[in-house]
T-cell receptor, first 114, second 111 residues
Framework: DGGITQSPKYLFRKEGQNVTLSCEQNLNHDAMYWYRQDPGQGLRLIYYSQIVNDFQKGDIAEGYSVSREKKESFPLTVTSAQKNPTAFYLC?????????????FGEGSWLTVV | GENVEQHPSTLSVQEGDSAVIKCTYSDSASNYFPWYKQELGKGPQLIIDIRSNVGEKKDQRIAVTLNKTAKHFSLHITETQPEDSAVYFCAAVDSSYKLIFGSGTRLLVRP
């Protein structure tokens, strides 16, 4: 099946720990994105990447880091510097970057700090 | 930068009635406006989109209208069914080509 795969679906983190969320796509899309969604809220952009080995900060990048070593993969690390990391994280991709082409989402990962 | 406002935040309709969700945007250069449906605990799914060179687009029971002069666009769902119950998000592309989302509308279709 073609699509975007996020893992794990549920993740628990102790305070002070870094955790990495995986995102893989087999759609051959150039651009990939990470969004954060808090309960009952909209989506906020964390980081985005239009091409391999390049990425830019979104609106709420503090406390997060990403890498884009392969076209199909865009992992997100939630660092201990992120003070309120409990949220629903969504990975997305599109085929021609940010110029208005359709963005498709994965099924999301729930992160809870315990 | 771009700002997208969405109304209402909640909407309850009787099965078979129509539902309308409205969004306004601030950046007159925006040219792409998708709508997403999100079910509980899942990722948003694109249901319809419209580009600035058209005023209306339909797909079965779903339609979207765009008024560039007034900078607003709307989602229309006709003959609503219980499975239409979900959260709906509008979005617009801003001048730096990022997709900016509205705050969402929780639609409840009563059987």
């Amino acid at each position: 099946d073609g699509g975007i795969t996020q893992s794990p679906k549920y993740l628990f983190r102790k305070e002070g720990q870094n955790v990495t969320l995986s995102c893989e796509q087999n759609l051959n899309h150039d651009a990939m994105y990470w969004y954060r969604q808090d309960p009952g809220q909209g989506l906020r952009l964390i980081y985005y990447s239009q091409i391999v080995n390049d990425f830019q900060k979104g609106d709420i990048a503090e406390g997060y880091s990403v890498s884009r070593e392969k076209k199909e993969s865009f992992p997100l690390t939630v660092t201990s510097a992120q003070k309120n990391p409990t949220a629903f994280y969504l990975c997305a991709s599109s085929n021609q970057g940010l110029t208005g082409n359709t963005i498709y989402f994965g099924e999301g990962s729930w992160l809870t700090v315990v | 930068g771009e700002n997208v406002e969405q109304h209402p935040s909640t909407l309850s309709v009787q099965e078979g009635d129509s539902a309308v969700i409205k969004c306004t945007y601030s950046d007159s250069a925006s040219n792409y406006f998708p709508w997403y449906k999100q079910e509980l605990g899942k990722g948003p799914q694109l249901i319809i989109d419209i580009r600035s060179n058209v005023g209306e687009k339909k797909d079965q029971r779903i339609a979207v209208t765009l008024n560039k002069t007034a900078k607003h666009f709307s989602l229309h769902i006709t003959e609503t069914q219980p499975e239409d119950s979900a959260v709906y998000f509008c979005a617009a592309v801003d001048s730096s080509y990022k997709l900016i989302f509205g705050s969402g509308t929780r639609l409840l279709v009563r059987p």
